[in-house]
């Protein structure tokens, strides 16, 4: 099978490897802290029993389940605790494809890479359907687009690469869409306490049995490394999304699913309103900058990332490696992200060198 592997590891490969400093600007791992009730969490069980070194149950903690269960409104029941939103993706998207309604999985131009490698891997056909030039997805669009071989759609909202946030009117459509069809409407929302525009609208808001929504701590917690997120299925999906987790997991870490239960349960709105804020003043500075540099630019109502267009320099692999050594910042390929956006690079603004960064992308394109 010909899988396609996310060019994300190769960059960060490339930038670790270059012979001089480089601003790391390639994926979304946060360089903030954790909230500390989650570094309290991981103290104590360094200390607990043996027998809380032993499996959790393979759909996850039943605390956090019902912690999960009761912040979003849904039955503790529909709650798969999972490795990150990818695990939570991976899953939804198996559990749309065996159904047997259809072989497409309906992406958007841009998308996030690991989605179009997912459909192959999980042998669906990709379809997209292109985003204005905010991001912004157009239901009648997405409608045109779907049809009885429509297994799924797959939206990111925040979104990363773009930066969009969705109106609920959009994910209202979207869910109907998924209805129209008998296919599944997976709404990935992880940046979900990112969003700087108030906007932000969850695919939870409209019941249906033909939606999924998936997320993590990854990134709200500032955890990345810890694994741990979670997909809200419609009650009649959720068994055999949880045989395909026990078969192919056994079950998730379990101090991480600790830690987190105690962070969800002792932090409160102000931690993620201060990420919120550092994010906001970090996307002013960059995109002065880039604006001083006369470049092309997106200001994002959600998630972490910039995108920019520097005149004659596309957005592809070579021009990456090229900024990596001769400017000393590391961006993503447009070209990563789909057809669309060729001619621009993507930035991560989880580095306190933000700044700098722009003040190197601005003398090297002078
Ligand atoms: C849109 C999107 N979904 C999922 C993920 C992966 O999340 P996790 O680390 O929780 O698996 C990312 C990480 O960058 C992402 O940007």
Redo the contacts with the bound molecule.
């Keep these: 099978m010909d899988y396609e592997t996310p060019l994300f590891f190769h960059v960060m490969e490339y930038a670790d490897a270059a012979d001089r400093d480089v601003i790391d600007m390639v ?2 791992n946060p360089d903030w802290e954790p909230p500390e009730a989650l570094r309290e969490g991981l103290r104590e069980y360094a200390d607990l029993e043996p027998d809380r070194f032993q499996y959790a149950p393979s759909a996850g903690l039943r605390e956090l389940r019902a912690e999960i269960a009761a912040r979003r409104g849904v039955d503790a029941e529909q709650v798969v605790v999972t ?7 991976y899953l939804s998207m198996a559990r749309a494809l065996e159904r047997n309604r259809g072989n497409e999985i309906l992406l958007t131009d841009p998308v ?1 890479p ?1 989605y179009p490698g997912k459909t192959t891997m999980l042998g669906g056909a990709q379809r997209f359907v292109a985003t204005d030039d905010e991001g912004q997805l157009d239901p009648t669009a997405v409608r045109a687009a779907a049809s009885d071989e429509t297994a799924a759609i797959v939206v ?1 909202t925040p ?2 690469p773009t930066g969009a946030v969705y109106p609920a009117e959009t994910m209202r459509e979207l869910v109907a869409i998924a209805e129209e069809h008998d296919a599944i409407l997976i709404s ?1 929302e ?2 979900d306490h990112y969003d700087l525009s108030g906007e932000f609208a969850s695919a939870l808001e409209t019941d249906s049995a033909h939606r999924i929504v ?1 997320n ?4 709200s917690m500032a955890i ?1 490394g810890f ?3 979670y997909a809200i299925f419609p009650p009649e999906l959720v068994s055999d999304a949880r045989s395909r987790h026990m078969l192919v997991n056994v079950a998730t870490t379990r101090p991480g699913q600790y830690a987190v239960l105690q962070a969800l349960r002792e932090t409160g709105p102000d931690y993620y309103e201060r990420n919120r804020k550092r994010l906001r003043k970090r996307v002013e500075t960059f995109t002065d900058a880039l604006e001083a540099a006369g470049a092309e630019y997106t200001t994002p109502s959600g ?1 972490f990332y910039v995108m920019a267009r520097f005149e004659g320099y596309p957005g592809t692999l070579a021009n990456v490696e090229r900024l990596i050594d001769e400017a000393g910042v590391a961006g993503m390929p447009g070209e990563a992200f789909g057809d669309s956006r060729r001619e621009w690079l993507r930035f991560a603004l989880v580095t306190p060198r933000v700044e700098e960064a722009a003040e190197r992308l601005a003398a090297y394109f002078d």
């Design positions: 994926s979304g490795n990150g939103a990818g695990e939570a993706n996030y690991y990111n979104n990363n990935d992880v940046y998936t993590a701590f990854s990134k990345t694994r741990v997120g998630s």
